[in-house]
């Protein structure tokens, strides 16, 4: 079982839709977590992080975490083209240098 | 605010050759810094990590190297490229847990 396991998609939705990503996690003692967006040929950038069960919403964008089911989603509200990205989860089990990160969930958004 | 600068941003390499890159944070004092490898279509791998000047661990045998020779400068090294060494080489820092990452270089290995 990977550590960290993403669907890799593709996952495409129309503008405006919500776009929904899924991410769950093996390490039942995991605090931090995070996700990233990667555009095509760029560098990840952080967009959330969560640390406590429930939702943390930052404009379009709410985190969603429920460690009993060791699962960690991304809402993306308004969905536009230029949310098409790769979307990367991201785990600290031991809020130490060792970082977990899924493969990532690739999303399309069409105008 | 915090900048992290990774140089060259490409970068082609015969099969054997000698590579050094570069990283080099601005803004901050005394960060953690991350060498990560992304192949092609898959995941973030982390290579080595650094919690102060000449403090160098290693999550992965192979024939790269680390070096920290200033608080705020990263180097990644090798004596003798692989062909598995392509891939995009991601720097990163961190002072708490978040992390923030470099634009990358891209190393192509022929």
């Known amino acids: 079982q990977k550590e960290v396991e993403q669907n890799s998609g593709p996952l495409s939705v129309p503008e405006g839709a919500i776009a929904s990503l899924n991410c769950t996690y093996s390490?039942?003692?995991?605090?931090?977590f995070f996700w990233y967006r990667q555009y095509s040929g760029k560098s990840p950038e952080l967009i959330m992080s969560i640390y406590s069960n429930g939702d943390k919403e930052d404009g379009r964008f709410t985190a969603q975490l429920n460690k009993a089911s060791q699962y960690v989603s991304l809402l993306i509200r308004d969905s536009q083209p230029s949310d098409s990205a790769t979307y990367l989860c991201a785990v600290n089990p031991y809020n130490n240098n060792d970082m977990r990160f899924g493969a990532g969930t690739r999303l399309t958004v069409k105008p | 605010s915090q900048t992290i600068h990774q140089w060259p941003a490409t970068l082609v390499q015969p099969v054997g050759s000698p590579l050094s890159l570069e990283c080099t944070v601005e803004g901050t004092s005394n960060p953690n810094l991350y060498w990560y490898r992304q192949a092609a279509g898959r995941g973030l791998q982390l290579l080595f990590y650094?919690?102060?000047?000449?403090?160098i661990s290693s999550e992965v045998p192979q024939n790269l190297s680390a070096s920290r020779p200033q608080d705020r400068q990263f180097i990644l090294s090798s004596k003798k490229l692989l062909l598995s060494d392509s891939g995009f080489y991601l720097c990163?820092?961190?002072?708490?847990?978040?992390?923030?990452f470099g634009p990358g270089t891209r190393l192509t290995v022929t």
């Open positions: 990163a820092w961190s002072l708490m847990d978040e992390q923030y």
């Open positions: 390490d039942r003692v995991s605090q931090s």
């Open positions: 650094s919690v102060g000047i000449g403090q």
